[in-house]
């Protein structure tokens, strides 16, 4: 965050009851950065990520709102050129955009960004079938009335996605990569959790429906679906379905 290359109104930590020096480092941080807007929270016991997501939501004063896990890193121009393009296109509620998986030796430095880029906006069809975004390449309306579901700690940040875009909120995704995700699809995190993802997709149509902002047949469908698609899951492993539903959404730009 220091390094973008545009300035941001506030920056606010969240700290998760964290095991390790997390707060040490953040409170060592905000001393040798005394310029920088910087606001650290702790939880006082472990809530997972929606609950830290909507308690710096509720705290934030700007009017846009971007999300980063501690895992995972941004271009140094991604709020330049994001927030940018969301002030130069307000009727866009929700903003995300593409990502790369790389290792923890590579450095960003080396990757470049491309100088004009298209955008795309997703229709509830699209949105519905599929989360086109990691969270982290997410920016958004503070102001909107929406907010992660707490008690879910699988696919919640899909269902936020999909209420917004049901009830009429234009989404739209740039394609242009400001995010880089670390961790390995193939060999941790919530990928070693196939099952319970899966569930989670599962509760989301079904609270989809209960919302009625899907009917009944259409959730049963959806879940059919969601289950379906555990297959190429398990016969090409995570990480390799993940470059190619990224590939597939990408494709969406050359349509």
């Not at 790369?100 to 955008?119: A, G, H, M, R, V």
């Not at 049901?166 to 989404?171: G, Y």
């Not at 009944?216 to 190619?244: C, D, Q, T």
Request: proline letters at 4%.
């Amino acid at each position: 965050m220091k390094e973008q290359t545009y300035p941001v109104q506030e920056i606010i930590c969240i700290d998760d009851c964290s095991t390790d020096h997390t707060t040490t480092v953040i409170e060592e941080f905000i001393s040798d950065n005394p310029y920088l807007p910087i606001k650290l929270l702790k939880n006082n016991s472990n809530q997972g990520p929606s609950f830290s997501r909507n308690r710096g939501w509720d705290v934030a004063q700007g009017d846009y709102l971007a999300f980063l896990d501690a895992d995972d890193a941004w271009h140094r121009q991604k709020i330049a050129i994001q927030y940018s393009w969301m002030l130069t296109n307000p009727q866009i509620s929700v903003c995300g955009h593409a990502y790369l998986l790389i290792s923890s030796e590579d450095s960003e430095d080396y990757f470049k960004i491309k100088p004009n880029f298209k955008t795309y906006i997703f229709s509830q069809d699209e949105i519905i079938f599929s989360n086109p975004f990691v969270t982290p390449s997410v920016m958004l309306k503070r102001n909107l009335n929406y907010r992660f579901n707490p008690n879910q700690r699988y696919c919640e940040d899909y269902l936020l996605w999909l209420q917004i875009c049901l009830d009429a909120h234009q989404i739209s995704m740039l394609d242009v990569e400001l995010t880089y995700i670390y961790k390995s699809f193939g060999k941790s995190g919530l990928t070693r959790n196939l099952w319970q993802m899966k569930w989670g997709d599962t509760k989301n149509y079904w609270q989809l429906w209960k919302s009625n902002r899907i009917s009944f047949g259409k959730a049963i469908f959806l879940i059919m679906y969601s289950l379906i698609k555990v297959i190429p899951l398990i016969i090409f492993g995570p990480e390799y379905y993940a470059g190619l539903k990224q590939r597939m959404i990408m494709n969406k730009f050359e349509s």
